[in-house]
């Protein structure tokens, strides 16, 4: 088991990747503690609310993921809460939201773990020092319990030694189906079984390789447009970068290769026109099954819409004719106290000589004000009973009508968050469907297509090849022209170059070996022509 954390920020594009069902054959949100959404999108934004609110904190999220031997068998859920819970209580983050996911993605099942950092109670970030030892420190005893094997070095706690690939490394194994190692390989093969310049930038070439420069002096660039330094591709501790440009600098001087973009657009040019065909063959049918996978998922928020409407009409409707029954229940009640009021005033009024002496008396007068009065008073308090119960019911109104309205704000939320996770799923098939391509084009081979390209001694195409040749773009022209020849000078003789290029290799090199090692060049001219390689900071990593 190896699990891989991180701190971060940008919870939406994390939430979008783990709902990606594209890449992944099985997809499964177990559980989301913490958060008045259920789903990530919605936790996820929660979450950074919570931390705009009340910290600072820029990396509010602490993501982890699980990755278990499946060579080893498969953990069960049990095994995997019982891990995480660990690491929760480890990292100091118990009780902390959280979200689970499960993804099973060629055959191999892992798990996603994201808490949020933010204590509310404390109004701060939970502090996550020296988390790494302490997963591995959960790791070990984890493994130890359930009868797991460790990769090599857990046991003495120093973890894994192998790196994780870079997001640059990931893209290019993304887009062209080569790891780095792969490439490594090639262009050290290449290397050992080369004993010239002219022979060992051939064999790049034929591999699919373009040697050029940028901001460094040799650069490789790949049929796909990948870029990485020459003495980083070959996999060999005993060739020093200094060995490399010494067997390089006579036949292959920097000055004299094309520039990392002018090798980019030769590469694109070669590689549009064997993909095109193919792509558009494959992509109606692949694209037509992700539309209908992703539809049939759409569908459901879409009937929790169409049923929210419905029910939207129908709890207005029940919620007037339940108010309009409580206001007629308060009028008849006041009714029928009036009735019986005036019921037992008939029954109890003064006949004869007594009704007699009442009116002769005022005592009638008295009591028909009196009983004025109270018939007032009981229809204030009757209007004052009405006027409560209108006020009540506008409210509940407000309240249904504010209730729907964020029933329907979450669905719309959910609908931007599936959108995302669509756009993401296509983003990844159009990754795939160009990686089988390239695939396809290299006949199922870890290696990549050759460039059909023939260099000369000083790496230059030696045929007018219309669609690889350097100086057909307008911007190389220019290059080759400014390096060339300078205002107001003459030009320079190269004869003395050319024949030096033309001497036989026997004269040039001394010794024998793969490394083919060069007589070295005067300190002069060696200081000469680093002073004239031009640095551009703005270009990519590895140019």
């Known amino acids: 088991m190896i699990p891989f954390a991180s701190q971060r920020a940008l919870g939406q594009d994390l939430a979008t990747h783990l709902l990606n069902e594209y890449d992944n054959d099985y997809m499964e949100v177990a559980d989301v503690r913490g958060a008045v959404a259920d789903d990530l999108h919605g936790a996820f934004a929660e979450w950074e609310a919570q931390a705009h609110a009340l910290t600072k904190c820029e990396n509010y999220l602490y993501s982890l993921s699980i990755n278990p031997d499946q060579r080893q068998g498969r953990l ?17 983050l118990t009780d902390q ?3 689970v996911v499960f993804h099973i993605k060629e055959g191999r099942e892992h798990a996603h773990v994201v808490w949020s950092r933010i204590d509310l109670a404390k109004e701060k970030a939970v502090q996550m020092s020296f988390d790494r030892d302490k997963l591995m420190m959960v790791t070990r005893l984890f493994a130890k319990e359930h009868g797991l094997e460790l990769p090599k070095g857990y046991e003495k706690g120093r973890g894994e030694k192998g790196r994780q690939l870079s997001l640059y490394e990931m893209h290019q194994k993304r887009t062209t189906g080569l790891s780095k190692a792969q490439h490594q390989e090639q262009v050290t093969d290449a290397w050992r079984r080369s004993d010239s310049a002219k022979a060992f930038v051939q064999a790049l070439a034929d591999k699919g390789y373009i040697l050029a420069t940028g901001n460094r002096p040799y650069v490789l660039v790949d049929l796909y447009g990948g870029m990485n330094a020459l003495p980083k591709m070959i996999n060999d501790k005993t060739v020093r970068t200094k060995d490399i440009r010494a067997f390089l600098e006579r036949d292959y001087p920097p000055d004299s290769l094309p520039h990392v973009d002018e090798a980019r657009e030769m590469a694109a040019r070669h ?3 064997m993909e095109e065909h193919a792509k558009a063959e494959q992509r109606a049918d692949k694209m037509g099954q992700l539309k209908k996978m992703q539809e049939s998922r759409r569908k459901k928020i879409e009937a929790e819409q ?12 029940e919620l007037t004719a339940r108010q309009k029954g409580e206001r007629k229940s ?14 037992k005033r008939h029954q109890n009024r003064p006949t004869g000589l007594a009704a007699f002496l009442g009116r002769m008396s005022g005592v009638a007068l008295v009591t028909e004000k009196i009983h004025k009065y109270q018939d007032r008073k009981r229809l204030e308090v009757y209007w004052e009973k009405l006027s409560e119960l209108k006020e009540r019911q506008e409210q509940e109104r407000r309240e249904l009508q504010h209730q729907q309205k964020l029933l329907a704000l979450d669905l719309e939320r959910k609908m931007r968050g599936l959108a995302q996770v669509e756009q993401r799923e296509v983003r990844a098939f159009e990754e795939s469907m160009l990686k089988e391509v390239r695939i396809q084009a290299r006949g199922g081979r870890n290696q990549m297509p050759s460039l059909g390209l023939e260099l000369t001694p000083r790496g230059r195409p030696a ?5 690889m ?4 773009s307008k911007m190389a022209k220019e290059r080759y022209a400014e390096k060339t020849f300078k205002p107001k000078d003459r030009p320079v003789d190269l004869s003395g170059d050319f024949a030096q290029a033309s001497g036989s290799e026997e004269g040039d090199r001394t010794g024998t070996g793969d490394s083919g090692a060069l007589k070295p060049k005067s300190q002069t001219r060696l200081r000469r022509a680093r002073r004239g390689r031009g640095r551009n900071p703005d270009l990519d990593h590895g140019r």
């Open 463 to 467: 045929a007018p090849h219309k669609a």
């Open 271 to 273: 590689r549009q026109a």
């Open 306 to 317: 169409a049923a929210l409407k419905r029910n939207k009409h129908t709890a207005r409707d």
């Open 97 to 99: 939201p959280r979200a």
């Open 330 to 343: 308060l009028r008849a009640a006041y009714v029928v106290q009036v009735k019986q009021i005036k019921q």
């Open 76 to 92: 069960s859920r049990e095994q995997y809460f019982d891990y995480i819970d660990r690491a929760e209580d480890k990292l100091g």
């Open 469 to 472: 040749n350097r100086y057909t």
